[in-house]
């Protein structure tokens, strides 16, 4: 079956630093990968929606100049946390779809990156 | 905007009884997919299953069927035979059948917990 990686899966950094979680489907191509963060015992809330070689769309409310999301590639995804503070400490999950199908029937998610922000 | 609404916080169950757990959902789409994901302690997500709305046979995976109530804007997830492994979060997704528009909306979660 089809494989997203995370990594890293967790990272600890200063208030004021920048931290970068790459999403990376290992063995299809993915032409759209979507950005999750999770709260501790709470839901799944959608960030943005990142496509392959365009600008990814951000959800309502979600700052796109402090959450930087580059889909360069058919099978990276990146998200940088740019200057992070205590309030951006969350589990943060990516998923794939493979290309030239549709993504309700091929959808794949990594295992999640936890970050804690000092 | 679709919602997805799981109304039961926490179940519990007998290992090997049976486990019914609630989703409702908001639509104005005629055309959509329903999902039941499962996150255990590891915090990976499971797909469980998946129901094409258009399809009015519920959709079952071994131990797991749903029943589908398109009209009442219902899907509830059905465990036979629960085990321990069964044990997690289980969420109720929705998304649009549109091409481009494919985002997931969760529900809240409902924690089971499996007894030995």
């Given at each position: 079956?089809a494989?997203v990686?995370q990594h890293p899966?967790?990272?600890i950094?200063?208030s004021g630093t920048?931290?970068k979680?790459?999403?990376r489907?290992?063995?299809?191509?993915a032409?759209t990968?979507f950005w999750?963060r999770?709260?501790?015992?709470?839901?799944?809330m959608l960030?943005a929606?990142?496509?392959e070689?365009?600008?990814?769309?951000?959800e309502?409310g979600?700052?796109k100049?402090?959450?930087?999301?580059?889909?360069?590639?058919?099978?990276?995804?990146t998200?940088?946390?740019?200057?992070?503070?205590p309030?951006?400490?969350?589990?943060?999950?990516c998923s794939?779809?493979t290309?030239?199908?549709r993504f309700?029937?091929?959808?794949?998610?990594?295992?999640?990156t936890?970050?804690l922000v000092? | 905007a679709?919602?997805?609404?799981?109304?039961q916080?926490?179940?519990s169950?007998?290992e090997a009884?049976?486990v019914?757990?609630?989703c409702t959902?908001?639509?104005?789409?005629s055309?959509?997919?329903?999902?039941?994901?499962?996150?255990?302690p590891?915090?990976?997500m499971?797909?469980?299953i998946?129901?094409?709305?258009?399809?009015q046979?519920?959709a079952?995976?071994n131990?797991?069927?749903?029943?589908?109530?398109?009209?009442?804007k219902?899907f509830s997830?059905?465990?036979?035979?629960?085990q321990?492994?069964d044990?997690?979060?289980?969420f109720?997704?929705?998304s649009?059948s549109d091409f481009?528009n494919?985002?997931?909306?969760?529900?809240?979660?409902?924690?089971?917990?499996?007894i030995?």
């Open positions: 079956g494989v990686s899966s967790r990272v950094c200063k920048s931290v979680i790459e999403c489907s290992l063995d299809f191509q032409t990968m999750y999770q709260f501790p015992k709470k839901s799944l960030m929606t990142s496509n070689g365009s600008k990814a769309t951000y309502q979600v700052e100049d402090k959450f930087l999301i580059n889909h360069a590639s058919l099978t990276l995804s998200l940088t946390v740019t200057s992070a503070h309030e951006d400490s969350s589990f943060y999950i794939a779809t290309a030239g199908t309700q029937e091929t959808q794949y998610f990594g295992p999640g936890r970050l000092l | 679709q919602t997805v609404t799981q109304s916080p926490e179940m169950v007998q009884e049976t019914t757990l609630s959902y908001d639509t104005s789409e055309d959509y997919y329903l999902f039941w994901y499962k996150q255990p590891s915090r990976q499971i797909l469980v998946r129901q094409e709305a258009y399809k046979q519920n079952t995976e131990r797991f069927s749903v029943n589908f109530q398109k009209a009442a219902s997830l059905k465990i036979s035979d629960s321990l492994g044990a997690a979060m289980y109720c997704a929705y649009s481009g494919e985002k997931l909306t969760f529900g809240t979660g409902t924690r089971l917990t499996i030995p």
